[in-house]
């Protein structure tokens, strides 16, 4: 079945480390790519999204995500985490064969240590 | 732009009781998505418009549920008879004609079932 996967569950860091979320897709052909962040409380926001050109996607925040099409791969980067990144941070992806529907990873929980 | 808006933003209601959630979504998005989210499943797909018209309902998890969207500025989700284990956060979200956009969420409702 098609899915999106998010390894990590939750990561715990301190400030000013670096950040990599994984996240792998499983469906063929043309994808659109997303991620998303849910701070505490509230909804979930736009963070970055790829479609074409450069697989290195630069988002809000300082976030970074890159494409690796051979490894259906969209991981998540920052270089330096800030104890406001702490949130909930999940995958998208859309494609023709899911319907041009988001179908969403299972999500990371990712807690800043100031 | 007033974003994706829901009502109301908590309702805590009695086991058997009708409840209804109410979405708003972005004037000219023509998709609309009713999601739920609960820590033990995450964010589930429960259904999807197009158009007014559903496209896809295989995520409402029993006839409890239903869902409306009688015009291109409102939609309803209905829960009758409400159960405790009903008991999550519904969001909405909307999207423009056209791929590549992804969604853009309410701030959900926060439904408790006791």
């Known amino acids: 079945a098609q899915s999106v996967s998010q390894h990590n569950h939750h990561v715990i860091l301190s400030e000013a480390a670096s950040l990599e979320l994984g996240c792998n897709y499983s469906?063929?052909?043309?994808?659109?790519l997303f991620w998303y962040v849910q701070y505490p409380g509230q909804h979930l926001q736009l963070l970055l999204k790829?479609?074409?050109?450069?697989?290195l996607v630069k988002g809000i925040k300082g976030f970074e995500a890159e494409f690796i099409k051979s490894k259906f791969s969209f991981n998540l980067r920052k270089p330096s985490v800030q104890w406001s990144d702490t949130a909930e941070y999940f995958c998208?992806?859309?494609?023709?064969?899911?319907?041009?529907?988001?179908?969403f990873g299972t999500g990371t929980r990712l807690a800043v240590r100031p | 732009d007033a974003g994706v808006i829901q009502s109301p933003r908590h309702e805590v209601t009695e086991m058997g009781q009708e409840v209804t959630l109410r979405c708003k979504p972005i004037?000219?998005?023509?998709?609309l998505f009713w999601y739920r989210q609960t820590m033990m499943r995450g964010l589930e797909l429960l259904i999807y418009?197009?158009?007014?018209?559903?496209?896809?309902d295989s995520g409402m998890p029993e006839d409890r549920f239903s869902a409306k969207m009688p015009n291109a500025s409102f939609s309803t989700l209905k829960i009758q008879p409400s159960e405790p284990r009903d008991s999550a956060v519904y969001f909405c979200?909307?999207?423009?004609?056209?791929?590549?956009?992804?969604?853009?969420f309410g701030s959900g409702t926060r439904l408790t079932v006791v």
């Open positions: 979200a909307s999207s423009p004609p056209g791929s590549n956009y992804g969604y853009t």
């Open positions: 469906y063929g052909g043309t994808v659109n």
């Open positions: 790829y479609f074409s050109g450069d697989p």
């Open positions: 998208a992806v859309e494609s023709k064969s899911s319907g041009d529907k988001l179908t």
């Open positions: 004037s000219g998005h023509d998709y």
């Open positions: 418009f197009n158009n007014n018209v559903p496209i896809d």
